[in-house]
Nanobody, 119 residues
Framework: QVQLVESGGGLVQAGGPLRLSCAASRTIFSFAAMGWYRQAPGKQRELVATITRDGNTNYADSVKGRFTISRDNTKNTVYLQMGSLKPEDTAVYYC?????????????WGQGTQVTVSS
């Protein structure tokens, strides 16, 4: 079983930066992809950014140019560097990891970390 632990959330003023970390309990190179999702109150969970084993990245249109996802295989950690934060970025941010077991994809989730952006 994979454990993912997010950290780095908090309260930040609009326009400011924040970096989230997601530490995995096993080597992240074993995952086909990892990503960050977020869920605001009353809304569905939505994709923020993903990064594959090969380092290919994908971003939601709403965060392109402001957020950067990266990974450090030596620390088994994935990061989400957030900049130019807006109040609408306020949400619980979740890390996930996709592990391929044959033809099956097993997705694991962290417990989430709260990000609050004040105007």
């Amino acid at each position: 079983q994979v454990q993912l632990v997010e950290s780095g959330g908090g309260l930040v003023q609009a326009g400011g930066p924040l970096r989230l970390s997601c530490a995995a309990s096993r080597t992240i190179f074993s995952f086909a992809a990892m990503g960050w999702y977020r869920q605001a109150p009353g809304k569905q969970r939505e994709l923020v950014a993903t990064i594959t084993r090969d380092g290919n990245t994908n971003y939601a249109d709403s965060v392109k140019g402001r957020f950067t996802i990266s990974r450090d295989n030596t620390k088994n950690t994935v990061y989400l560097q957030m900049g130019s934060l807006k109040p609408e970025d306020t949400a619980v941010y979740y890390c996930n990891a996709d592990l391929l077991l044959g033809a099956t994809t097993v997705r694991s989730w962290g417990q989430g970390t709260q990000v609050t952006v004040s105007s």
